[in-house]
């Protein structure tokens, strides 16, 4: 028995939604478990996406022995193409998660550098004291991986992000059996998924939707038009399903919706009848209700090939018509619920009947409700809980199932990014807290962006910006011609002009108070800023940012 | 029988939630229904709130017989202080909905120049040719009002937002004897709220809040800390009978809350056994199971007293502490689910048990479902039917409703802002389409904001400024020294400084190139703009705005 620690350390996705990344500690040895990125929220202006930090790991560079990942999604894989160049260590993943790996590491020139390693279900490895095994849990996309660690303290269940579908359409379900077994054994350490903490009862089937897809095909005169998530290849399936059981041909439009698609066919998670899928030239060869468009767009991306449809976009080479049925087999992300509204609406003025999760049994989620949860944590009895994958109020919720459960108060430990948990076999306490920030990535790197740069930015946005140049004759102590102004972001034409115009005279107004003092370039600029800003919110209540030019000082 | 015909022009509300505002016109009489506000949408950059387009109704201020105001909720009332100084009419609201007019005329410093009517349900008025009378309907705010307005073609109803709610907590519940009496003698049109058309089922009534409220201060062996929205008076009501039930005194916190709580009170909508209302400093002098707190922030406004206690901030009252219980008992209005989710994550941060719409039924909201719409067109059999109050989506599957009652579909009219319907006794058909476009209110006033403007936002809000000054020696055809940067919510001051300093020499070089030219300010600009554009998105794929300041040419 040994007499080190264990140490956790969530480095995202704890406390905040997306960009998964957790490392375990233990001796000499250290393992990551997935490595996601986060979409930015409203107020990180010109953030293109958000990866964690991992200078913890950088600095322990030649203890990393291997990263784990449990499945494709961009919230467990999506920092791999920023953070490859920077960690030297194996990383393992499931035949479909390491495609998509591949594809994003190819696409941002990090191919060459990063160690891909394919496991299938079963698969072992020892990664210095750890012993990594790789078991099937269901999920939203294919080949969705838990898993069990055997650590010289005990045993670490890690659920990933999972739910208990009895029927699922294409993969294995959550192996039960397995988990059933180490917790007859005992287990030490349960990371369970957290996302759905909020909902009571039990996720349902996916099979549902295939009731409600086959209505629709069935009731539908025209065309059926179907928008899911790329990588939800289940439902992808059920959709051809539907198409050949009415006699539909399928046509896929997006990239994305292709590509994957192309891939799950080529590795057979996918099959389709030999020629229900079909060329878009074959479009029109096809009377309405023969066809069935399975589009990228669930989301309301503005570029997406739904949302360019219900736009009319000259682009698209499909145009919505009346009679068209659209399904939205998807409920928005949040935060973009206006997004997907606009589209819905869009859609009905284009004359499509629109059938959304507020009206229809279109989607379920890939995350597990409450009793899930619940029937998870009895299998597996662990001595300690760490509730992960969530926002603060899921993680707390989860923690209080597993105390309604008669786990002990003590054993159950809520964390966010940076603690770090020291678990022995008896006991765990948080003993330190490291630097787990947001890193900004924007355009093609992750670079600087400080607090400051955000504020001016916040404040951009809502004034603008006013430039203005003040040339100065110093000898003679006097302004040498008017100063000049230029407004970007700050008010139309209409006003505009005339409101320039006075705010010169006010500036000019200002510096002649201390004519003795234009020689100093800081006395000049303060002068300008406090008069304009004053002169600017009496007018107008706003507030832009003042940028003074001072020549000739 | 007339044979001129009425004019429908929906002025805001219709095709995007908010900012209602209807004129009905027949021969030389134009009445309003309603005066709303909306909030910004997120690409509203640095727009406070927007309003209704009134220049069709200034054209025609001769015609201007009065306005009709449904209830007091912002978006029916909130444009009035902006558009009360250009509009010469009389204003007829109920007694609750015109005190809380007065109050925000008055915060404007509009109040004088409004013509306010108090009018009650059966109050009959003449406008004209319009006849118009007052009935209550059921609503989340007391005084709501439904209108019969009876013209030359014959009568039309609208119900403003309203629900049929057969236990309400106060004022008077829907007036069905109305209602079916006009259905019966035959109505020419329908307006009807459509807010909640994408619910199937009925509307739950207010009652079954009070069981959540009765069981959560029974269990609660704390303080419960309750937020609602401050118009929700009914809501208040509850909370003051709950806490009376188990012995608890109540704490308002929150201007709004105190306001509209005093004015209740003093109207009568609202009732207190003596001393269970407290003053904040009488708080200490209370065990915390003898404590209710109610207080603003049910959408998580930053300023609310409940995001104050959730953040800890000095300036509250009151701090959160373990063992509190905190009801969300709202939901969150579209746009604010980001706001609220973080208020949740800080309280249960602090300790604070909360329980919010997810988890129990904490809120019903104010407006009708299907079935009740339903219910609605069958009392009323209208000839014509108007879906008013909803985005796109809700108008078009409340016009669905209708069809699927038999109603023929050519009888209905989904509208949108702008459009001008002109309804006959037999027909009707959308004859024109006028400027109803936001209105942009900033600060103390409307003012002019093009897109042009919003587009600079954006462009600031993403990549920030640059400014550069260059001075040239136009005699000598070179520049007179280096150029000088001043950049804002560019790029960090870590990687900042080495790119600004590369920027200059970009700058020097471009400029360097074609020397004779260098008296042409327009070709100087062009070059620094494209030179430095080019650059930074090579660097580090950013488009900032570049503003080139050229002086001595």
Same sequence: chains 1, 2.
Avoid: W
């Avoid at 306490?429 to 992750?446: E, F, L, P």
């Amino acid at each position: 028995m040994s007499t080190q620690n264990l140490k956790v350390i969530p480095l995202g996705g704890l406390g905040e939604i997306g960009k998964n990344m957790m490392a375990l500690e233990y001796a000499d040895d250290i393992i990551i478990i997935d490595a996601g990125l986060m979409f930015p929220s409203e107020g990180m202006l010109g953030v293109d996406l958000v990866i964690p930090d991992i200078s913890y790991l950088r600095e322990r560079q030649r203890n990393l022995r291997g990263m784990l990942i449990t499945h494709g999604h961009e919230d467990h894989i999506g920092a791999l193409p920023y953070i490859v160049p920077y960690l030297d260590l194996p990383i393992y993943a499931a035949k479909f998660t390491q495609k998509l790996i591949s594809a994003e590491l190819r696409q941002r020139g990090a191919k060459d550098k990063a160690k891909l390693n394919v496991v299938h279900s079963g698969s072992k490895l020892t990664l210095g004291n750890f012993k990594v095994e790789f078991f099937p849990v269901c999920h939203s996309i294919p080949d969705s991986m838990g898993l069990i660690i055997h650590t010289p303290l005990g045993v670490i269940v890690h659920t990933g992000d999972f739910k208990l579908d009895y029927t699922p359409i294409i993969a294995e379900p959550t192996d039960f059996g397995k988990i059933a077994q180490l917790g007859a054994k005992g287990v030490l350490l349960l990371f369970s998924d957290s996302t759905y903490a909020e909902l009571a009862g039990y996720t349902l089937s996916e099979r549902i939707v295939s009731d409600t897809l086959d209505h629709v095909m069935a009731e539908a005169s025209g065309r059926v038009i179907i928008t899911t998530f790329a990588s939800l290849v289940s439902r992808i399936q059920q959709v051809i399903d539907a198409a050949a059981k009415h006699g539909r041909r399928v046509f896929i439009l997006g990239r994305s919706m292709k590509e994957i698609a192309n891939v799950a066919l080529k590795m057979g998670y996918l099959t389709a009848p030999a020629g229900i899928l079909c060329r878009l030239d074959e479009l029109g060869t096809l009377p309405n209700n023969r066809v069935v468009l399975l589009a990228t767009g669930s989301q309301g991306e503005p570029t997406s090939a739904l949302v360019r449809m219900a736009n009319r976009d000259p682009r698209s080479q499909v145009q919505i018509a009346p009679g068209d049925t659209v399904v939205i087999s998807a409920t928005p992300v949040p935060g973009n619920e206006a997004l997907v509204n606009k589209t819905i609406d869009s859609l009905f003025r284009q004359g499509a009947n629109v059938i959304y999760d507020k009206l229809a049994r279109v989607h379920v989620h890939g995350h597990g409700s409450q009793e899930e949860l619940k029937l998870l944590l009895n299998f597996v009895k662990p001595k300690f809980f760490v509730p992960v994958h969530g926002e603060y109020r899921h993680l707390r919720l989860h923690a209080k199932l597993a105390e309604s459960l008669g786990m002990p108060g003590d054993n159950i430990f809520v964390l966010e990014d940076g603690d770090v948990l020291e678990l022995g076999q008896e006991a765990g306490r948080i003993v330190d807290k490291i630097a787990a920030d947001n890193v900004y990535v924007s355009g093609s790197a992750t670079y600087d962006l400080d607090d400051a740069v955000l504020r001016d930015r916040r404040l951009l946005s809502q004034d603008g910006v006013v430039v203005i140049t003040i040339a100065v004759d110093v000898e003679k102590r006097k302004l040498a011609g008017r100063p000049r102004v230029v407004a970007r972001g700050f008010i139309g034409s209409r006003d505009g002009g005339a409101l320039i115009e006075k705010c010169l005279d006010v500036v000019v107004a200002a510096l002649s108070r201390d004519k003795k003092r234009l020689a100093e370039r800081n006395f000049i600029e303060d002068r300008v800023r406090n008069s304009l800003a004053d002169f600017f919110y009496k007018q107008i209540h706003r507030c832009p940012i003042i940028i003074p030019v001072i020549t000739g000082v």
